[in-house]
């Protein structure tokens, strides 16, 4: 297994869950790391970004609530999701990009879902 991903569940909407994602030290080359998610019915969207140098990026629905961050020694990409919305409700899956070649693994989604 490329990626592994733990930490979803069920939590109250307000209330806060926090994704982890352990990446095979057999990935080599990593440009980024990332969290997407898709729900029935939904697209597909990149949720949060964080590259090798450190830079991030959210999706507008979810920027202020959702923090990325990565440990180089673990080798893991975490998601810490506050705040959560009825619509954060999803598939979230971990997604690791390498370059030279360009290949991006996908791991295995665990659900969120956030209730009323």
């Known amino acids: 297994v490329q990626l592994q991903a733990s930490g979803g569940g069920l ?11 352990a990446v095979s030290k057999n990935i080599h080359n990593i440009e980024s790391m990332a969290w997407f998610r898709q729900g029935s019915g939904k ?4 949720v949060a ?14 920027r202020g609530r959702f923090t990325i961050s ?3 020694a673990k080798n893991t990409v975490s998601l810490q999701m506050n705040s959560l919305k009825r619509e954060d409700t999803d598939v979230y899956y971990c997604v690791v990009v390498t370059q030279l070649p360009y290949v991006r693994y996908w791991g295995r989604g665990t659900l969120v879902t956030v209730s009323s």
């Open 49 to 62: 970004t964080i590259t090798t140098g450190g830079a991030t990026n959210y999706a507008d629905s979810v």
């Open 43 to 46: 697209e597909r969207e990149s």
């Open 11 to 21: 939590v109250q909407a307000g209330g806060s869950l926090r994704l982890s994602c």
């Open 70 to 72: 990565r440990d180089t």
